[in-house]
């Protein structure tokens, strides 16, 4: 997951050692994480035209996902909404502000959808694991990197790999196994959207070595962000 001293091209540390401070995320993972007590956005009134493309707010965007997520098929409405968001990545940056920490800002939580920005620190991992329900990932700032896996007799098989830069979106089918990687030495960031209660479902991991299958556990994977925080704030300590 990289060593210490990130520095970017121009010789900078890597984004996060500025601000290491808590604001209004809580450490937390994509698929993998269990529920996270965190900000919710209200939701604006309904039958408004978006106008996102000019400046990026919240609850404007929620409103505009609820709204497609009612139509016939909702991952690919929804996913017009997700693309015309992030086709300006700059502004969608400014609405959400700069990561400086692994985590979560959950935007909207329904048993209809979840909405929320996540947040990898400089070469962060994780596990493959599954959702249970489609999912969709727009990336507003750095790169995302995703292996695909297949459940197979023997076991999971990695069959594909997706790059994602800001301005990128990938959709994932409900039976999806994907791992993410950020390999970069500053922070990514990504609005993740998902067709049902993600913080409800059952979802599974599997061991990055042995690909053991193991339950989803949220205590185990808040444990392992909150580590990654902590490995992140000690290298900015000692840069």
């Not at 070595?209 to 300590?237: H, V, W, Y």
């Amino acid at each position: 997951m990289g060593g210490s001293g990130f520095r970017d091209k121009s010789g900078m540390l890597g984004q996060g050692c500025r601000s290491m401070t808590r604001r209004t995320v809580v450490g937390g993972g994509l698929a993998a994480i269990g529920a996270v007590a965190v900000t919710q956005a209200g939701i604006a009134a309904p039958n408004r035209r978006s106008i996102m493309a000019q400046h990026f707010q919240r609850e404007r965007f929620v409103e505009d996902c609820l709204a497609a997520a009612k139509e016939g098929d909702s991952q690919a409405a929804v996913k017009e909404v997700l693309a015309r968001a992030v086709r300006d990545h700059s502004a969608v940056l400014s609405g959400l502000g700069e990561p400086t920490e692994a985590g979560l800002d959950v935007l909207h939580h329904s048993p209809q959808l979840t909405i929320f920005a996540a947040k990898w620190t400089p070469q962060m991992n994780l596990l493959p694991h599954d959702h249970g329900m489609w999912a969709l990932i727009g990336i507003y700032t750095g790169r995302e990197d995703n292996i695909l896996w297949r459940r197979e007799a023997a076991g999971l098989k990695a069959h594909s790999a997706n790059v994602l830069f800001a301005g990128d979106v990938a959709e994932l089918p409900a039976d999806a196994v994907h791992s993410v990687t950020n390999p970069l030495e500053r922070f990514t960031g990504g609005i993740h959207i998902y067709g049902g209660d993600f913080f409800a479902a059952e979802r599974s991991q599997w061991d990055p070595e042995t690909l053991r299958e193991q339950p989803s556990d949220g205590a185990t994977i808040r444990a392992m962000f909150d580590r990654e925080n902590a490995r992140r704030a000690k290298i900015c300590a000692t840069a």
